[in-house]
């Protein structure tokens, strides 16, 4: 009796400890080119409001200059912003300098691709989430978008 109790017991703690598991996903853009690439992303919210609230970092578009993985993102925590133009309250504009990469989006969950961003222009040209997730390549739960 003891052991079923402590079995069901042990079943409730697992699945409740599991429930607030989150997972860090990261979306970053690699410029293979050797031009400077302006970028403009329109997001699913207010983001003026965000980046004047952004006390953690979320939307600093930290960049290297070189193509980084996304460890070396997350062990250097000394890298430089990216001066971002506030278009609209929905859009902003970031210049990626050539063969460099920058991360755009700090997230949990993937909530960068289905609570986060619209839609990307890349010189002009709009990319839909669904084809930039698409094209991207996956780096353990991070993404990584190339433009070449």
């Given at each position: 009796?003891?052991?079923?109790?402590?079995?069901?017991?042990?079943?409730?703690?697992?699945?409740?400890?599991?429930?607030?598991?989150?997972?860090?996903?990261?979306?970053?853009?690699?410029?293979?080119?050797?031009?400077?690439?302006?970028?403009?992303?329109?997001?699913?919210?207010?983001?003026?409001?965000?980046?004047?609230?952004?006390?953690?970092?979320?939307?600093?578009?930290?960049?290297?200059?070189?193509?980084?993985?996304?460890?070396?993102?997350?062990?250097?925590?000394?890298?430089?912003?990216?001066?971002?133009?506030?278009?609209?309250?929905?859009q902003i504009e970031v210049v990626l300098p050539p063969s460099s990469t920058t991360r755009v989006e700090k997230t949990l969950n993937y909530h960068?691709?289905?609570?986060?961003?619209?839609?990307?222009?890349?010189?002009?040209?709009?990319?839909?989430?669904?084809?930039?997730?698409?094209?991207?390549?996956?780096?353990?739960?991070?993404?990584?978008?190339?433009?070449?």
């Open positions: 009796m003891k052991l079923k109790y402590f079995k069901i017991l042990f079943g409730f703690f697992l699945l409740f400890s599991l429930l607030g598991c989150s997972v860090l996903t990261d979306f970053y853009i690699q410029n293979l080119t050797n031009e400077r690439k302006i970028i403009i992303i329109k997001y699913k919210f207010n983001i003026k409001s965000k980046l004047e609230n952004d006390s953690s970092g979320e939307y600093s578009f930290n960049y290297k200059n070189g193509i980084a993985s996304p460890k070396e993102f997350r062990n250097n925590k000394n890298l430089p912003s990216l001066n971002k133009t506030i278009i609209n309250d929905y960068w691709r289905s609570r986060s961003i619209n839609n990307i222009k890349i010189d002009n040209k709009e990319i839909k989430i669904e084809d930039i997730e698409s094209q991207s390549i996956k780096d353990k739960s991070d993404y990584i978008y190339k433009i070449e």
